[in-house]
């Protein structure tokens, strides 16, 4: 079977999409639920400028990231993943919390291949770079720049992430829902391989 380059996102995509609701919500007098998450930008979410989120982000980033919980599944889906596959994490965060996503990974016993800190929301140069085979994402704008330059996504549905979707992007709820899709791939793969010999 060959291997496929599985490349994830991390907040929002393995991690639940309202993991700092809570803090936000606190230190911003706001009451947003998760089901009202519908701007994926805190600062827009919230009615405040860019720069006075920005204050609060980099203040607390580390214990947000260090507090962060896995959707349901998502372990176990990445640990099958990891048994057959490449498993590249590609994140937007700075490189700063690098130690702190190490750590919060080790602890929690998630096995990988690669990670990357991107400082930045442009991920296709890397997905190149990891002859990327399927990209899971939550951030609306991510899924349609990555299936514009070529890359099959999955995009875990959020409130903040409605709207038409890339014919090379499927809408998915679940982490057995990916499951499921690596191993259709799975099949088709070891159908062609059984072909070639
Ligand atoms: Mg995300």
Redesign the pocket.
């Known amino acids: 079977m060959n291997q496929l380059n599985i490349c994830s ?5 393995v991690t639940r999409s309202d993991d700092w609701l809570d803090l936000i919500n606190k230190s911003f007098d706001k009451s947003i639920a998760s089901e009202n998450h519908k701007i994926y930008d805190y600062h827009r979410l919230i009615g405040i400028l860019r720069e006075n989120y920005e204050a609060f982000y980099q203040k607390h980033k580390k214990e947000m990231f260090a507090k962060s919980s896995f959707r349901p599944m998502a372990k176990e889906v990445i640990s099958e993943f990891y048994q057959n596959h490449r498993v590249h994490f590609v ?2 965060w700075d490189t700063d919390v690098e130690p702190v996503t190490i750590q919060w990974l080790m602890e929690n016993f998630v096995d990988y291949d690669s990670i990357s800190h991107l400082g930045s929301h442009n991920k296709v140069q890397r997905a190149f770079e990891l002859d990327c085979d399927l990209f899971i ?3 609306y704008e ?1 899924a349609w720049e990555l299936s514009e330059a070529g890359f099959e996504v999955l995009l875990m549905n959020c409130p903040y992430n409605q709207g038409p979707i890339h014919y090379r992007t499927t809408r998915i709820c679940h982490w057995n829902d990916i499951l499921e899709i690596v191993r259709e791939k799975e099949v088709k793969n070891t159908a062609s391989y059984a072909r070639v010999i």
Do not use: L, P
């Not at 996102?9 to 995509?13: A, E, K, L, Q, S």
């Open positions: 996102d991390i907040d929002g995509t994140t937007a994402e939550d951030r991510n």
